[in-house]
């Protein structure tokens, strides 16, 4: 632990001890839980108006506890933290952080959630008996309406989740007899309601049901026309599931493909992305670059390309998805990856500029983070300059036995089953923004001959999976959408 902790933990430690023994301490650990979510969402200003707000509140132990909490950031950020950029005497952070400039306003939220995670973890050990309040057990306040187990009955946990979600029609699995064609759907491993009328109690005893309002499910089913997160639909919604969930559906499908992962990649076989959205973020991003004195420059994809196909995924093949812009891409750490690969293995030790080591940084094997160091580029995810075209794919592999067998390796041969494998790919002629930063001086000189090997890396070895069998290859875009 550094010493700037150990200050932060001695002074929220000795904060926690002084609020203890109020009748507000109930209020206050409430207070600590909620607060570092209101300063990410409203940011350090509004959450401390509101602090100050609830401190005038007709509720006295929630009006004693937030005065508390306010003494306590104004406390360490204005005089406990050393040398604060926000040294000022008596109650006025609030002054202090709406009246300073925008880099001490950026410290100050930082700080202040450093700060309340130590408040937090102390709150959360001495204030533990603040829940019980009135005498009531806390074991059996939290044991209302559950059975002799502990859990719920299945009649109550229906009636809470009708009070609860959204008003409309919900969705839930229908039984192997009457199950819809498309399936159920599921969130996060979860199994989305359906609108299948009447609810069998096998749907939801002892399951995982999370309600969905029909309009979600129905645009789910109907990516194709609707705008949205089209990442997100990939990754979370797949509802090519049996209605048994054993599996993915598997119908009659022509060639022995998986009818449920060749249905779900066709989904995604069309145009990806909003237009609107991409442009702002294109241009954003290259000013910002621009500023940086980074080189950049649009790429367009040879002939397909495919990035994330580890990913766990219900149909076995994941994908590589910006998580805002909802649109394939690739991550930075894997263009430096590819880029070094180059430099090592198909370029003369003679023709690099500087040391490999100080290129692209070490991280010795078992030596700790101490004999790590960073390298003189910053690679930046490629990304999407415009709306992206995709199209499903498909492998087959011939000697599955061969590949997966353990012990006794049988021969491959061609008398084993081919085994049609549905993907999704970026179509060719797709165009990429790759971008590199220098880090340091003598990056900045060198900036020409690293963006030309970036340039050479992706047009002879290829970015991302199944490199070795002609994917991934881009070269410079013939426009001028730099």
């Known amino acids: 632990m550094s010493d700037l902790e150990r200050l932060r933990a001695r002074a929220a430690h000795q904060a926690v001890m002084g609020v203890r023994a109020m009748t507000s301490a109930r209020a206050y650990r409430q207070r600590i839980r909620s607060l570092p979510a209101e300063i990410v969402i409203n940011g350090l200003g509004q959450a401390l108006a509101m602090l ?16 508390a909490l306010m003494t306590h950031l104004n406390v360490w950020l204005c005089t406990g933290f050393p040398d604060s950029p926000l040294a000022v005497t008596g109650d006025r952070l609030v002054h202090a952080v709406t009246t300073c400039d925008d880099a001490t306003y950026v410290w100050a939220g930082v700080e202040a959630q450093a700060y309340l995670r130590w408040l937090k973890k102390f709150a959360e050990a001495y204030l533990a008996d603040a829940d019980a309040d009135d005498g009531e057990d806390v074991s059996k306040k939290k044991s209302k309406g559950r059975g002799r187990d502990g859990r719920r009955p299945p009649d109550r946990v229906r009636e809470e989740a009708a009070s609860t979600r959204q008003p409309g029609p919900l969705h839930i699995p229908r039984t192997s007899a009457s199950a819809p064609a498309g399936g159920a759907l599921i969130m996060h491993g979860r199994r989305l309601l359906s609108d299948a009328g009447s609810v069998p109690s096998a749907a939801v005893d002892g399951q995982s049901v999370m309600p969905l309002p029909a309009a979600i499910a129905r645009d789910v089913r109907q990516s194709g026309n609707s705008r949205g997160n089209d990442g997100l639909r990939f990754d979370r919604f797949c509802d090519t599931w049996k209605p048994d969930w054993t599996g993915l559906r598997e119908p009659d499908a022509p060639r022995g493909i998986k009818a449920g992962a060749a249905d779900w990649a066709a989904r995604f076989d069309r145009i990806l992305g909003d237009a609107a959205l991409l442009e702002e973020a294109d241009d954003r991003r290259r000013r910002w670059l621009d500023a940086c004195q980074a ?21 076995e093949n994941g994908f590589a998805w910006h998580h805002t812009l909802g649109v394939p891409y690739l991550p930075g750490s894997s263009v430096k990856g590819m880029v070094k690969s180059w430099c090592r ?27 790590a160091s960073v390298g003189a580029f910053i ?12 199209q499903a794919d498909v492998m087959t592999p011939h000697y599955q036995p061969y590949y997966q067998s353990a012990g006794q390796v049988p021969a491959p041969g061609d008398w084993f089953s081919p085994n049609p494998i549905s993907f999704l790919t970026v179509a060719p002629g797709q165009a990429f923004r790759f971008a590199i930063m220098p880090r340091t001086d003598q990056a900045m000189d060198k900036m020409d001959w690293m963006f ?3 340039a050479d890396a992706l047009e002879w070895i290829g970015a991302g999976a199944k490199t070795a069998t002609g994917y991934g290859r881009f070269v410079p875009a013939s426009d001028t959408g730099d």
Not at 52 to 62: L, M, P, T
Not at 295 to 314: C, I, Y
């Open 295 to 315: 080189r950049h420059r649009r790429f367009v994809t040879d002939w397909r390309f495919v990035s994330g196909l580890g990913r766990d995924h219900p149909v």
């Open 379 to 390: 690679f930046l995810d490629a990304i999407p300059a415009d709306r992206i075209r995709c």
């Open 345 to 371: 293995d198909w370029l003369p030790g003679e023709d690099l500029p500087m040391p490999i080591e100080t290129i692209f940084g070490t991280a010795p094997e078992g030596a700790g983070d101490e004999a």
């Open 52 to 67: 100050v707000r609830d401190g005038a509140s007709d509720r006295q132990d929630d009006a004693a506890a937030a005065r």
């Open 452 to 454: 030309q090997a970036l």
